[in-house]
């Protein structure tokens, strides 16, 4: 171990020594670089270089460099790093040599590298004609931070304006800060102090003016803080509030809560987050009294500190505003209520709930619902047969939101009773979250699939709902064997949430039951959503080319084989295109599969070529004219003759740039609904007519 420990430090110490050795010579080798004739990108890159390795060696020729309009900036980029004062004397004098732009860049190099040997030649340049470099200069003095440096700043201050005087006032801030960081609180308090006697300076100057000479005076400075909230200017004041944050102290609480009464309402609103901030426990009568403003937005604003400063002595009053405050007061009042920590909020919350009535009785049961409070499991089930169906639908939401799977036989029994809608929905919503919890899933889909068997009519579709809501194996053996059912009230139901199944596992019961089924309207319903699998899921290609290839077999209606055409369009290879073909072998299919196979061709290729590949495939262009387009269900229909026009091309397959019609057409006309597209054309003159199920190849049959 000591061995390799040792060879480790050998071979770190030979590297050192090698780079030691090279960089001289690599240094050399650069500086050569930038007096040759070299270009202007080679020498940059032998600057940028040399920021990397250079010494006091490479300081006189990157000097020379420093008045090149197009090279000045990579030369002092490569000064600024070296650490030796032959760089800061180079700056200086060369500051009275260049002009234009490197004058104005050495100015910032001089700042970065706070060389205080150059405040006098930086100081002479504040009184200058030309502004760019008054207020480069300025920013300067700013960065070295001397008190020389603020002297010289300070000296001009008054006779300053415009962009100037900012640039000016920036520098003494920075100035202030270095000043105060070294330990001279009363030169920085002096420096803010003569920018806030500026007149007319700008509203961010007077605002950083005046939050530092709060903050350099410390306790001292509370007067200057009050003045300023309660003064006539809100910037002022919110600077001054905003300094009260950042001091810490008994006294500026005091001094918060004292102004708090005095100050106008919108300044008192600023003042409770103040108090808020500081978290200490004698701001919170001052909050909770703002919290029954009859001002809203103050009341409002008081609500939301509560969150963090309140406690179960606000239980009261919280409550009052959740139940009888304003659209604005109501929500702020409950998420208040939801973030208070203190243990005792609960069991204010569980007694009162145990009596309450009417609109009191839901916002606790929300309330209850939203802190997950399971001591108020109880009197929710008393709340669950309350006359109100709001209260009983609400208490069913909170039960399913802190309730764990042995309760789930208590609220399955409920299902065959419940008919109202709201709280239909709320039980539904409450056994599916607890059957998402549970750690057992396939022994909630058995509870569910036995519930199945006794349900009554009206609860059959909803359990099938929750069992998709579940997924697996069980659930979907369950669904199965209810759409093999004679019942017709259990087995149409069972077939639409096979339609909708969010896993690839069902794919074989749906060919299963389309093989079996003798229903005609069934099995198509059966074959479409094995297709819809085939086409949404992701799967390993092979797996997609054989359910393409079986549901091209099996398919009874030609209308369920053409949206076989959509997938294999998606998801174009060798095997779908082969399959496409095999496609053309059925008559009703033979033009739209041929047009697949172009359409399948031209992937990956620009429009100029799509024409080479159909007319390759067999198709010759036609003059194509879209006359209508209309994309919807039922009565509400979109017309999207414009969208479509600008896709469509002289053939008579319309490539989309997305595979879904509500990507492509402007939107989903009706959501959760299948749509059709419906459009009427021209064709060499003559008209046709086609009507394409949703996201299927938008392909137009030959009109005769």
């Known amino acids: ?137 300025a920013r300067a ?53 003569d920018v806030r006697a500026v007149a007319d300076a700008p509203a961010q100057v007077r605002v950083a003016a005046l939050r530092g000479a709060i903050l350099t005076r410390g306790q001292d400075g509370i007067p200057l803080l009050v003045e300023a909230i309660l003064g006539p200017d809100y910037a002022l004041a919110a600077a001054a509030v905003r300094a009260a944050m950042e001091s810490p102290g008994p006294e500026v609480t005091a001094a918060l809560l004292d102004t708090l009464p005095k100050a106008a309402v919108e300044r008192q609103g600023l003042l409770i987050l ?67 920590q203190d243990p005792a909020v609960d069991e204010q919350l569980v ?25 108020a499991a109880p009197a929710l089930w008393q709340a669950a047969d309350d006359p109100n169906v709001e209260v009983r639908a609400a208490a069913l939401a909170g039960l399913g939101a ?96 096979l339609g909708q199944w969010g896993s690839a596992d069902a794919a074989p019961v749906l060919l299963e039951l389309h093989n079996t089924i003798q229903d005609e309207r069934l099995r198509s319903r059966a074959i479409r959503a094995y297709i819809r699998i085939a086409r949404q899921f992701d799967m390993e290609a092979p797996q997609r080319a054989a359910m393409c290839r079986t549901a091209l077999e099996v398919a009874d209606r030609d209308a369920d084989k053409r949206l076989v055409l959509e997938v294999l369009l998606r998801y174009p290879s060798d095997e779908m295109q082969a399959i496409a073909e095999e496609a053309a072998q059925f008559p009703a299919l033979k033009d739209e599969a041929m047009l697949v196979v172009a359409g399948m061709a031209s992937q990956g290729i620009n429009r100029a070529e799509l024409g080479r590949a159909l007319a390759q495939a067999g198709h010759q262009p036609v003059e194509l004219e879209i006359i209508k387009a209309e994309y919807g269900a039922g009565d509400k229909m979109k017309d999207v003759t414009a969208e479509l026009r ?13 595979a879904s019609y509500n990507e492509s057409l402007g939107g989903d006309p009706v959501p959760n609904v299948a749509k059709q597209l419906k459009i009427k054309y021209k064709v060499d003159g003559k008209e046709g007519e086609v009507t394409l199920t949703e996201n299927a190849p938008v392909v137009l049959p030959m009109p005769k």
């Open 1 to 137: 171990m000591w061995k390799t420990h040792h060879t480790y430090l050998v071979v770190a110490a030979a590297l050192l020594a090698t780079m030691t050795t090279l960089a001289p010579a690599q240094e050399a080798e650069l500086l050569a670089v930038l007096r040759s004739d070299a270009t202007i990108q080679e020498k940059s890159t032998a600057c940028r270089e040399l920021a990397r390795i250079a010494t006091h060696e490479a300081v006189p020729t990157l000097a020379a460099l420093l008045g090149d309009e197009k090279l000045s900036h990579m030369a002092r980029y490569a000064l600024e790093t070296i650490p030796d004062p032959s760089v800061d004397a180079a700056l200086r004098d060369a500051l009275g040599k260049v002009q234009g732009r490197p004058q104005l860049g050495v100015i910032g190099s001089l700042g970065a590298r706070r060389d205080g040997q150059a405040v006098p030649a930086l100081a002479a340049l504040l009184t200058g004609a030309d502004g760019e470099t008054v207020q480069a200069a």
């Open 141 to 193: 003095l700013g960065c070295i931070g001397t008190p020389e440096a603020a002297a010289a700043l300070q000296q001009v201050l008054p006779g300053a304006a415009g962009r100037n005087q900012t640039a000016i006032c920036e520098g003494l801030f920075r100035c202030a800060e270095a000043l105060a960081h070294a330990g001279q609180a009363a030169a920085a308090q002096a420096i803010y102090d």
């Open 274 to 340: 103040a108090l808020a901030d500081r978290g200490a426990s004698e701001v919170l009568p001052a909050v909770l009294e703002a919290a029954r403003s009859t001002d809203q937005q103050l009341r409002v604003t008081a609500l939301r500190a509560l969150k963090r400063v309140g406690d179960a002595s606000c239980v009261p009053a919280l409550l009052a505003a959740a139940v009888e405050g304003s659209a604005e007061v109501a929500p702020a009042a409950l998420d208040a209520l939801e973030s208070l």
């Open 351 to 375: 007694k009162q709930l145990a009596e309450a009535q009417g609109k009191t009785r839901t916002v606790l049961i929300e309330l209850a619902t939203r802190r997950r409070t399971t001591a």
């Open 402 to 497: 802190m309730l764990d799977t042995a309760d789930l036989p208590k609220l399955i029994a409920r299902l065959n009773v419940i008919h109202e809608e709201p709280e239909a929905v709320a039980l539904d919503n409450a056994i599916r979250a607890i059957c998402l919890r549970a750690a057992d899933r396939d022994a909630v889909a058995t509870q569910m699939a036995d519930a199945l068997q006794a349900a009554s009519e009206p609860a059959k579709p909803r359990i099938l709902q929750t069992l998709a809501v579940i997924g697996g194996a069980k659930s979907l053996d369950a669904v199965a064997a209810a759409a093999r059912a004679e019942d017709e009230t259990l087995r149409d139901p069972a077939f639409q949430v």
């Open 646 to 658: 600008q896709y469509a091309k002289n053939y008579r397959i319309i490539f989309l740039p997305n």
